[in-house]
């Protein structure tokens, strides 16, 4: 079956805002999922995300990151997550 952002953006949800207790899908804070197959291997994906922080100097954003890239990566099928901070 192939991956759909769809599937990715779920399991982003489980990452959670510690200042909002909100997750970063429903905050807005995830810009971009391109799902990308991988040439040559059968059901495999590379997944890159564009997000964005509550603000410049947010606190929270090395561990947002850190769980955007751990939960993006468990998603079946997924082999690489690329995370990419955007403030526009």
Do not use: W
């Not at 079956?1 to 429903?26: A, C, G, T, W, Y």
């Amino acid at each position: 079956m192939p991956l759909h952002e769809d599937h990715v953006r779920e399991s982003l949800k489980q990452v959670i805002d510690p200042e909002l207790f909100v997750n970063i899908v429903d905050l807005g804070l995830i810009y971009v999922v391109d799902v990308v197959a991988i040439e040559g291997e059968e059901e495999k994906y590379n997944v890159n995300i564009e997000m964005t922080m509550t603000s410049p100097m947010c606190p929270a954003g090395p561990q947002l990151v850190s769980e955007t890239r751990k939960y993006a990566g468990e998603v079946e099928s997924v082999e690489n997550v690329e995370v990419k901070v955007v403030m526009d």
